[in-house]
């Protein structure tokens, strides 16, 4: 029992101390003097309680915008919302910055975060990705406006990380082409690929998609257009064979040749 009441003791203390810290929280919030405002705000953001820091340099901001306190609060007000990965609203603040402080020497730094909180809110492949091409319009306009910066290589990487989210979502499509046996489409949308994204990690599958489907658009074809097809089919097999010579997908596709040369193909009347 002894050795329990310095445990409550130091939890009474301790409560103490965060309801004192509490109180004088509230009661600089609340108060007229921006300068200990602006304090408290900077030891909060230091100590990392940046949601408490917020609020107060959205009060020194409002009363000082144009003073050396309201550039920083409106810095940190960015940083804040960005530690707490609240995107948009850091965002809102970082995109700023450049706007209202021109001259700041923090311009690039809020620049490139900006761009970081577009890339945040990147959806995953399945969605719709105009975020993630926004985000990459944001990159690109760093990169353009700070051509020798520091963060190039990270930019660098950033973006290849989200044109790889892109080709990931044209191939979902591509894929769901097929497996609703919508055949022309996914051919369309397959050649379409090859062509945008000529070194895909994803080039041997939409390849495959691409010859696959094209072989049953073939065999469901209307009788006007079965020549063609068949000829395009033989060069898709062709070009396939040439870039793929050991791929397993070939298996499937050896016996095209044979079963395309059976297909007749109706005399057209003069």
Known sequence: MLFLWPMKLLIALTFLLILGACS???????????????????????????????????????????????????????????????WYMASYYLSAFGMRFPFSPKCEETFFLSALCAVQNSPEPSLDQSETEAALNELQNFISRYPESVWMDTCNQVM???????ETKDVLNIRLYAKTENYRAATVAAESFLESYPISTYREEVSAILLRNSY???????????????????????????????????????????????????????
């Open 160 to 166: 290849d990380k989200l044109r790889f989210k892109l």
């Open 216 to 270: 049953l658009l073939t065999v469901n074809s209307v009788d006007t257009k079965l020549e063609d097809r068949i000829k395009k089919t033989r060069e898709r097999y062709s070009i396939f064979l040439a870039e793929f010579p050991e791929s397993t997908y070939l298996r499937e596709f050896d016996n095209y040749l044979g079963k395309l040369d059976a297909i007749v193909v109706p005399k057209t009347t003069p």
């Open 24 to 86: 004088s929280y509230n009661k600089v919030l609340k108060s007229d003097d921006y300068n200990e405002k602006f304090v408290m705000a900077n030891t909060l953001y230091d100590k990392g309680q940046f949601d408490r820091s917020i609020a107060l340099y959205e009060q020194v901001y409002q009363r000082m915008p144009k003073s050396s306190e309201g550039e920083v609060a409106y810095y940190r007000l960015g940083k804040a919302f960005y530690a707490e990965e609240d």
